[in-house]
């Protein structure tokens, strides 16, 4: 003699058995074209994210733009120390030059008042 409590047990536990096979993890049939609502925290979590990975990208961007920016313009110190050794060398071709003309000795520079001639250290 069967049990019919037994029959429906068995019927309901292979119907379940059968049912969480075809699910997903969302507890939703797949293939059903059911999409579950994500939760509030979910929502949170994944722009906290996005907004994380969008500080990145732009402090990169940043950051490049600086690095290019300083490497195409030069400092003024730079230009400085440029416009000195150019002075230097104008002053160095000119006294090249006048010494190939035989223009003679060239004069002495006043010197300042704190400096010492330059053969001080001979007469001591």
């Known amino acids: ?3 019919p409590a037994h029959s429906v047990y068995i019927r309901t536990v292979a119907a379940v058995t059968s049912l969480l096979a075809a699910t997903s993890s969302y507890g939703f049939p797949k293939h059903s074209g059911i999409v579950p609502e994500p939760s509030p925290a979910a929502d949170a979590f994944a722009a906290a994210h996005l907004a994380l990975i969008f500080m990145v990208f732009l402090c990169f961007g940043v950051f490049a733009f600086v690095l290019y920016r300083r490497g195409k313009a030069p400092n003024k110190e730079r230009e400085f120390i440029e416009e000195l050794r150019d002075e230097e060398l104008r002053e ?24 010492k001639p330059e053969d001080w250290w001979k007469k001591q």
């Open 92 to 115: 160095k071709n000119a006294r090249s030059e006048k010494k190939k003309s035989g223009a003679g000795p060239e004069p002495e520079e006043p010197r300042e008042p704190w400096e």
């Open 1 to 3: 003699m069967k049990n």
